[in-house]
Structures are given as structure tokens and as C-alpha cells.
């Protein structure tokens, strides 16, 4: 049977700084020995990610010894920007500047941030190596069966069908208990807060699909991440004649901010955020 980790044909390996696209970056380094040639691996940086999200890429970058290619969304060509863990943004910025550009905030029915700030950037970085046709490796276990299901009846991502998309966790059958037990008997984590498998603080820190009350409780945790969102909500956009929010079904981030402060407990730890790419 076909080892699915093994690279035999140009692949970009989309490492989102969860667990699970670490433990996939790490699965394709033993089936080949390490980088295949014609291989990149990539972190897409949207400016909203913790800290500690980045000193893991950096981490598994150095323990690894694998090259990983820091990418950033950019409003001028080529549309994007390579930098590494010095100069990588932390104020949101190429956020910023999508939505500034778009004159939109994204929100659960147009979102377009994934697809621009992550893979469009991917996409623009790996045409620029001169690749037109390549696999992309997604870090979406057997047990993310929704997921599994769309992307395999897509065949490839919302940007492009140059590339062809691979889940090498899924085909393996790889769920989130072999992911925790790998990161268990690892000398380094994530240091991120995670409850039943999911890193609630992962991707950009108060995304909007993560549910209500986990925006509440990461908002009560560390109340200066809030200032970022209240400020996009109140920037004076062309789409938006009063109020826009990146949700119109619940409350904005200020009154969010404003409910954690007084609200003790406020955890709906049974929800589950919306899926995208932007992934573990
Ligand atoms: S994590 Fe959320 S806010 Fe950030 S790019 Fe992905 S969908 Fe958008």
C-alpha cells in the first residue's frame, strides 16, 4: 500500500502551527528521510497569531531541521512577503491591511481571509518558485470527517485547481489520540491551552468562527487581545454605513470585552468552532 506521507512530485507542505500539521510535517520528514527535494513547507502569518504559535514554528523548525517558509499577505504585488520569527508581524497588520483593501470585515458568510491572507499568499509564493502544478499537503485528520469529506469531493482548494489537495492523516487513519500521545512524548509543545484536542487560543487568537463563550474566556484570560477586533469593528469602511462586525449573529467584540469583565464562567466548551482551512 501507498505510503501516503511519501513525496514523489512537487509539494507544498501548509503548515498552519497546530499540533496536527506539525505531527504531518513530521510524518513526511520520516517517510523521506527528511525534505524531499521539491518540497516547501509553509507558515502562513496573518499578525493574529499568539506568540507562542510562533515559537513553535520556529521550534520545529530548528529541532527538525527543516526550512519553513514564513509567508504574509501583502496589498501590493507580489502579493506577498517572506519574513521569519524576528520579523514576522504581530499587530495584526497584514489583517489590517486585507480588510483595509477589501473595505470589508470578513465574517461566517463571506470570509475571505483564509483564502487571501493563507492560501492565496501560499499560492502566490509557490508560483513564484515557478511551479504550476503541485500537491498540497493539509494537515485534516480521519476523525475531521465533515472536512475529510468536502475537501475530497473538491478536489482542491477555493483558490485554484492547479494544485491537487492530499490529506496524508486522513488516508492513515491518523486521529487526534495518536496526535496528543506524539506531542505527549515530545521534549517540546505547543504551549497553547487546549481542552479535548482542540487549542482554543490556535489561528488568530479571537477568530470569529471560534465559538461565543470561547472568544469570552480567552477575552477574560488576556483582555488586551480584544483591542485589535474592537478596533477593525470600528474602523470606517465603505461597506459598511454603521456597525459592520465580523458577526451579525451575537454581540461585537466591545461588548464581548465588556462582558468579560464582569462575567465569571462564560465556557461553552461543548461547541465547536466553524472549520475552515486556516486548520490545527
Ligand atoms: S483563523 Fe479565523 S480570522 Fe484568522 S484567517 Fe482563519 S478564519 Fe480568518
Same mark, same amino acid.
Request: aromatic content about 10%; charged content about 25%.
Given at each position: 500500500?501507498?505510503?501516503?506521507?511519501?513525496? @514523489? +512530485?512537487?509539494?507544498? #507542505?501548509?503548515?498552519?502551527?497546530? /499540533?496536527?500539521? =506539525?505531527?504531518?510535517?513530521? %510524518?513526511?520528514?520520516?517517510?523521506?528521510?527528511?525534505?524531499?527535494?521539491?518540497?516547501?513547507?509553509?507558515?502562513?502569518?496573518?499578525?493574529?497569531?499568539?506568540?507562542?504559535?510562533?515559537?513553535?514554528?520556529?521550534?520545529?523548525?530548528?529541532?527538525?531541521?527543516?526550512?519553513?517558509?514564513?509567508?504574509?499577505?501583502?496589498?501590493?504585488?507580489?502579493?506577498?512577503?517572506?519574513?521569519?520569527?524576528?520579523?514576522?508581524?504581530?499587530?495584526?497588520?497584514?489583517?489590517?491591511?486585507?480588510?483595509?483593501?477589501?473595505?470589508?470585515?470578513?465574517?461566517?458568510?463571506?470570509?475571505?481571509?483564509?483564502?487571501?491572507?493563507?492560501?492565496?499568499?501560499?499560492?502566490?509564493?509557490?508560483?513564484?518558485?515557478?511551479?504550476?502544478?503541485? @500537491? +498540497?499537503?493539509?494537515? #485534516?485528520?480521519?476523525?475531521?470527517? /465533515?472536512?475529510? =469529506?468536502?475537501?475530497?469531493? %473538491?478536489?482542491?482548494?477555493?483558490?485554484?485547481?492547479?494544485?491537487?489537495?492530499?490529506?496524508?492523516?486522513?488516508?492513515?487513519?491518523?486521529?487526534?489520540?495518536?496526535?496528543?500521545?506524539?506531542?505527549?512524548?515530545?521534549?517540546?509543545?505547543?504551549?497553547?491551552?487546549?481542552?479535548?484536542?482542540?487549542?482554543?487560543?490556535?489561528?488568530?487568537?479571537?477568530?470569529?468562527?471560534?465559538?461565543?463563550?470561547?472568544?469570552?474566556?480567552?477575552?477574560?484570560?488576556?483582555?488586551?487581545?480584544?483591542?485589535?477586533?474592537?478596533?477593525?469593528?470600528?474602523?470606517?469602511?465603505?461597506?459598511?454605513?454603521?456597525?459592520?462586525?465580523?458577526?451579525?449573529?451575537?454581540?461585537?467584540?466591545?461588548?464581548?470585552?465588556?462582558?468579560?469583565?464582569? +462575567?465569571?464562567?462564560?465556557?461553552?466548551?461543548?461547541?465547536?468552532?466553524?472549520?475552515?482551512?486556516?486548520?490545527?
Amino acid at each position: 500500500m501507498r505510503d501516503p506521507f511519501k513525496i @514523489d +512530485q512537487p509539494t507544498c #507542505i501548509s503548515f498552519s502551527a497546530g /499540533r496536527t500539521s =506539525a505531527y504531518m510535517l513530521w %510524518r513526511v520528514l520520516q517517510a523521506n528521510a527528511g525534505r524531499p527535494i521539491d518540497t516547501v513547507v509553509c507558515f502562513a502569518n496573518t499578525g493574529k497569531e499568539v506568540e507562542a504559535t510562533l515559537r513553535f514554528v520556529r521550534e520545529c523548525s530548528i529541532r527538525w531541521q527543516v526550512p519553513i517558509q514564513w509567508l504574509e499577505y501583502r496589498d501590493a504585488l507580489p502579493g506577498f512577503a517572506v519574513v521569519d520569527f524576528a520579523s514576522a508581524s504581530r499587530q495584526g497588520e497584514p489583517f489590517e491591511a486585507l480588510i483595509r483593501k477589501r473595505q470589508y470585515l470578513p465574517n461566517p458568510v463571506a470570509r475571505g481571509c483564509t483564502t487571501s491572507l493563507k492560501i492565496r499568499a501560499m499560492h502566490k509564493f509557490v508560483r513564484s518558485l515557478g511551479w504550476t502544478d503541485w @500537491d +498540497q499537503f493539509i494537515g #485534516i485528520r480521519a476523525d475531521e470527517q /465533515r472536512r475529510v =469529506a468536502k475537501i475530497r469531493t %473538491r478536489g482542491h482548494s477555493t483558490e485554484s485547481s492547479r494544485e491537487t489537495m492530499c490529506m496524508p492523516l486522513a488516508e492513515a487513519g491518523v486521529s487526534v489520540r495518536e496526535v496528543t500521545a506524539f506531542w505527549q512524548a515530545q521534549p517540546f509543545d505547543l504551549e497553547l491551552l487546549t481542552v479535548n484536542g482542540r487549542t482554543l487560543e490556535g489561528n488568530c487568537d479571537l477568530c470569529f468562527l471560534k465559538p461565543q463563550g470561547q472568544r469570552l474566556a480567552l477575552i477574560k484570560a488576556k483582555p488586551g487581545s480584544a483591542v485589535w477586533w474592537i478596533r477593525m469593528e470600528s474602523l470606517n469602511l465603505a461597506s459598511k454605513p454603521s456597525g459592520a462586525r465580523f458577526r451579525n449573529d451575537g454581540p461585537t467584540y466591545a461588548d464581548l470585552a465588556r462582558f468579560a469583565a464582569h +462575567q465569571r464562567d462564560m465556557f461553552d466548551s461543548d461547541k465547536e468552532s466553524i472549520a475552515c482551512f486556516c486548520g490545527d
